[in-house]
């Protein structure tokens, strides 16, 4: 579904991501992780058009420019970015409609219900200010946003940031609900252990180049990838 070859990305002068190449296909969760500063959210806001690049971006077998970051959501490419992007003055209904700006034709009443379905709180807060709701509660406004753009390919960028242990969990449940109702889905995370436990396959980022790629399950069990970007060495390095 997503093929990028050779992508590089520069600040200025400062170039942060070297000729990264990945794959995504269809229906799975990919996932990118790594230390700050690797390069992990610059990569997702070059693919969504946000940053200039250079190398080549492919989705559904067509070529993406740099830019143009109001074409990808109507090609079925959505993010949600890092810090969520609510509009913190305007309600939940009406965050919930500027995901239908990329939209083409009318979009029913019943496919906003479709997304209080899903995020019950939601609807309980529909005509609030967004800025009144809780962190969590403002990650799935900012998915429930995405959702309604009818995304075939969504991009998270660090859903789980600022987020206590138990709706970090409800966040990866989402995200799981997601890929099962036939959603792919390339997720940057900070959490990579859970990242892991729920990914079909990852790459490993460090300073703009990927160090490693595999089965997540994979990346899991291998001693230095668990010591170097997980936290602990697996029971086979001991």
């Not at 229906?27 to 992990?40: F, H, M």
């Not at 690049?53 to 079925?76: I, S």
């Amino acid at each position: 579904m997503l093929r990028v070859e050779g992508l590089c990305v520069a600040y200025g002068a400062v170039r942060v991501v070297h000729e990264l190449s990945l794959d995504v296909h269809p229906g799975e969760i990919v996932a990118l992780i790594g230390p700050n500063g690797a390069g992990k959210t610059t990569t997702l806001k070059a693919i969504a058009g946000l940053l200039p690049f250079t190398g080549n971006v492919t989705f559904d077998n067509r070529g993406l420019r740099p830019g143009y970051a109001e074409e990808r959501p109507r090609d079925g490419l959505v993010l949600v970015p890092e810090g969520r992007g609510i509009l913190t003055r305007m309600t939940v209904y009406e965050n919930l409609q500027l995901g239908c700006y990329s939209r083409r034709g009318n979009v029913s009443q019943r496919e906003f219900e479709t997304i209080f379905d899903r995020f019950p709180i939601l609807a309980e807060r529909r005509n609030i200010p967004a800025g009144l709701l809780s962190g969590g509660e403002q990650q799935m406004l900012a998915i429930g946003r995405a959702l309604i753009a009818k995304p075939r390919l969504l991009m998270l960028d660090e859903p789980s940031l600022g987020l206590s242990p138990m709706l970090i969990e409800s966040v990866f449940r989402i995200v799981t609900e997601l890929r099962d109702a036939g959603i792919t889905i390339l997720l940057v995370e900070q959490k990579a252990r859970q990242t892991l436990a729920i990914a079909n396959r990852a790459y490993v980022l460090e300073t703009g180049r990927i160090v490693a790629t595999d089965l997540a399950a994979n990346l899991v069990g291998d001693a230095v990838i668990a010591k170097a970007y997980l936290g602990t060495a697996t029971a086979s390095s001991s």
